[in-house]
């Protein structure tokens, strides 16, 4: 993904109001690989049900603020990240809730997703799978988990943005 500045993130907001942008915790931005993502996505450190996700909408970026269930999957059972769709152990995906923006969101409507607990969609679609045959080869399937998040997330931000 393009590279963020603080200002572009904050002012990019489309899910809350205007003072609460303003206080989103930012994440370290000199640290972030933004070649190897799709998506920024952080977690508030002092309150953990709080998470924030930024995406490119063609020129111009778009933030949301997800509310983390309490409940989680339970553990022993797989479940899948409705943006990655790598399965993985239930405990590591979380059900999500974005207000969706403008009127509906005021309203308490919400969009709920499965989405890996710690926001680590685009690490770990990376991890090629090893080489097997009659299957793509390692790298072709990375690229093709990449395409897919990516559209996953366009979409998901249509539906947050179509309140
Ligand atoms: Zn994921």
């Not at 450190?45 to 339970?74: C, I, M, N």
Request: net charge negative; charged share 20%.
């Amino acid at each position: 993904m393009q590279p963020l500045t603080e200002e572009q993130i904050r002012e990019s907001f489309v899910n809350t109001t205007k003072g609460e942008a303003e206080r989103v915790p930012m994440p370290g931005l000199h640290e972030v690989l933004w070649d190897e993502r799709e998506y920024l996505g952080w977690h508030d450190a002092k309150a953990p049900q709080r998470a924030y996700v930024t995406v490119w909408q063609g020129d111009h970026p778009v933030s949301f603020v997800l509310r983390a269930a309490e409940r989680r999957v339970r553990n022993g059972i797989s479940a899948m990240c409705s943006l990655c769709h790598m399965p993985q152990p239930g405990a590591q995906v979380t059900l999500f809730a974005a207000p969706r923006s403008g009127e509906a969101g005021r309203k308490g409507d919400t969009v709920g997703t499965y989405i890996c607990a710690d926001l680590g969609c685009s690490a770990i679609i990376r991890i090629a799978p090893p080489a097997a045959p009659m299957q793509m080869a390692p790298d072709e399937i990375v690229q093709r988990r990449i395409a897919g998040l990516q559209e996953r997330l366009d979409s998901f931000t249509q539906t947050v943005l179509a309140g």
